[in-house]
């Protein structure tokens, strides 16, 4: 039964709830989707691996809890640095080799390594469902006749807050201006004398801190397993997909539509089935709007 | 008379081989591998048809694979002819195949492969939730009845059954390669502007190939259905699975019709190899089995895009120019 009816009309409005429900996941999933497009718009890449870097924050902030007994909180401040040198190595050690090669051979790399990692995680630390409980994870707040715990406010706000920076910095600082230089032509960029390699580099590092960082806020919310990024980046394509590969923007308000799909999806139809909706709404902008809400149409058949 | 080209003497060594191994041993073990090993390699030669010669990747073949099985499991749990399950997945794949054939002529390269990854995920979740036909995500289990007719089949029929089926797969791969329809669908890989250029009918072309991808691919996990004897929704719908026909076909060479079952030979072996080493320690096996499945396929399309045939012909070709 759904949370919100057995508390009964007296103390939650429904819609309310429904509506506050939607921005608080809506926020999450901005910040696991604004990676993935901020990666496909400026390497053309869609990176197939995206859940798994956000699988490995979830895990770093299960260890940190259970075996240093570190709030997920301070955590973060340190995964941000560590899932920036995490895609910044991946990005030497993998991506380099790829940015050139055809649509296949990108594909595969990257499905290649969600599997490997999916898999280092299954056998290092095994296949059970793993939750932490910090103390703000069963504060309840009661605000005008709705109800919401702490972590997932807080996981919000963060969230939110690194989102607009992200925006921030693409739009206001050089650095960002370059990176947006080299998504809008590579050649015409690398003619102005811009690095793309160093370009490339630090926007993979950027996109996988991103959502290494979105693990890490998530962990109080979800259990964590293997497979935890899975149903995330799942999500995360839908978002991107509506929002339109590549456009940030986009991928926000892509996040709430996609959370208001699912917020009323399993209220009206149950839990069970909202993966249903949005994947349906997946197919239906894929057919009938390739290029996003509010992409340009054709901006697909060129493969990009 | 022409000589035959080295992968096709490859082809009838691996194919001869296959067939001779029950008049060799008996060892339950041993026909179980080549079993597999076949019916891995129709499958990812299912997928080639659509991946490699057609150039329309998908990662969603689980979804056709998913339907096979689920269509052969049903009929038989409920004491109906798996045969006619079969048959009835072709037709559901079949039009299934023409959705996705659709989808590819207006979406490229990612976005393809996005969209058939998210039909495969929609199958899933169908299949997993809608208890009352398909039981949920605790799976169907098949009942064994003997006979052939309600393909309850001992060791060396099944080895005899699937190298059918991996002959026909073999057989329409070659006619690929050899046709004229082979040679628009190449066309329509390599440049599709151009292709359409040169009056081919490349929208028909795309949709013929993903529908008679999908009918394969279909047959094969209705067979495998019955071969193994259990469906479960989490695994016949997944990505991994979708994956490991894409990497069969990627290792022993796209668009080729030998490298499916070559690249299967090399994967099933590696995969029956480390089951039995690793066998006690069951979640760590199959976890290092796919640690190596997933770098093998980075290191292939980083070093090797073309596969082991690729390999083979690039050496022979250095061969010749030596001898020359």
Redesign the interface.
């Known amino acids: 039964m759904d949370p919100a009816r057995r508390l009964g009309p007296a103390q939650i409005d429904v819609v309310a709830q429904l509506a506050v429900s939607t921005v608080l996941l809506g926020g999450i999933y901005a910040l696991i989707a604004v990676g993935l497009t901020l990666i496909f718009g400026i390497m053309r890449v869609v990176n197939f691996a995206h859940g798994e870097f956000l699988m490995l924050g979830m895990y770093l902030a299960f260890f940190a809890f259970t075996l240093e007994g570190l709030d997920p909180y301070v955590v973060l401040l340190i995964s941000i640095p560590i899932f920036y040198g995490v895609g910044w190595l991946v990005y030497v050690l993998i991506m380099r080799g790829v940015i050139h090669a055809s649509h296949n051979v990108q594909i595969f790399t990257t499905v290649g390594l969600s599997t490997a990692l999916q898999n280092v995680a299954l056998v290092l630390w095994t296949g059970d469902f793993r939750v932490i409980r910090p103390w703000h994870s069963s504060v309840v707040l009661r605000v005008a006749g709705t109800a919401f715990n702490l972590s997932q406010v807080v996981a919000w706000a963060v969230a939110v807050a690194l989102t607009i920076a992200l925006f921030a910095f693409m739009k206001w600082t050089h650095t960002g201006r370059v990176m947006r230089a080299t998504a809008q032509d590579r050649d015409a960029a690398t003619l102005m004398g811009i690095d793309t390699d160093r370009v490339y580099r630090l926007t993979f590092a950027i996109g996988i801190a991103c959502v290494g960082a979105a693990g890490v806020l998530v962990s109080p919310l979800y259990a964590v397993y293997p497979q935890a990024g899975l149903q995330f980046v799942t999500l995360a394509y839908v978002v991107v997909v509506l929002g339109g590969l590549g456009d940030m923007a986009g991928a926000m308000a892509g996040s709430l539509i996609v959370a208001a799909v699912e917020v009323a999806g399993s209220y009206v139809f149950g839990a069970a089935w909202k993966e249903v909706f949005y994947f349906l709404l997946f197919i239906g902008v894929l057919v009938f709007r390739p290029a996003g809400l509010f992409g340009q149409r054709g901006a697909e058949t060129l493969g990009a | 008379m022409t000589r035959l080209a080295p992968d096709r003497w490859a082809a009838v060594a691996l194919f001869a081989a296959a067939a001779a191994t029950p008049l060799v041993t008996r060892d339950t073990f041993m026909l179980d591998s080549v079993i597999l090993i076949l019916l891995w390699g129709s499958l990812s030669a299912g997928w080639n048809v659509a991946g490699g010669y057609a150039g329309q ?1 998908s ?1 969603g073949h689980a979804a056709f694979f998913g339907i096979g099985a689920y269509a052969a499991a049903l009929m038989s749990a409920r004491h109906l002819n798996p045969w006619l399950g079969l048959a009835i997945g072709v037709g559901l794949s079949i039009g299934a195949g023409g959705l996705i054939g659709y ?1 590819s002529n ?6 393809f ?3 058939t ?3 495969a ?2 199958l899933k ?2 299949a997993s ?1 809608w208890r009352g036909f398909t039981a949920g995500s605790e799976g169907v289990p098949v009942p064994f009845r003997p006979g052939f007719a309600t393909l309850g089949l001992g060791h060396v029929a099944w080895l005899y059954l699937i190298l059918v089926l991996a002959l026909v797969c073999y057989a329409l791969q070659m006619y690929l390669e050899r046709s004229r329809v082979g040679y628009q669908l190449a066309g329509v890989r390599e440049d599709e502007d151009a292709a359409e250029a040169l009056g081919i009918a490349t929208r028909r072309r795309k949709v013929q190939a993903v529908v008679l991808s999908a009918a394969l691919t279909s047959m094969g996990g209705s067979l495998w259905a019955q071969y193994v004897g259990f469906v479960d929704p989490s695994h016949v719908f997944s ?2 699975l979708s ?1 490991r026909f ?1 990497l069969n076909s ?1 290792i022993g060479g796209m668009g080729t019709a030998l490298g499916p079952f070559l690249g299967s030979l090399l994967i099933t072996s590696l995969e029956t190899y480390l089951r039995a080493t690793f066998s006690g320690i069951q ?2 096996f ?6 190596i ?6 290191l292939i ?2 070093f090797a ?1 073309e596969g082991v045939t690729g390999i083979a012909a690039r050496w022979r070709t250095r061969r010749d120019r030596a001898h020359a």
Not at chain 2, 293 to 298: A, H, R, S
């Open positions: 990747v990662l989808l207006r979406l490229k390269g990612p976005y492969a996005l969209s990854i998210a039909f995920e929609v979740i169908v939730r990505i991994d994956v894409a990627i979640a760590g199959t976890g290092i089995y796919l640690i499945y997933g770098v093998v396929l980075i399309v980083r895009p």
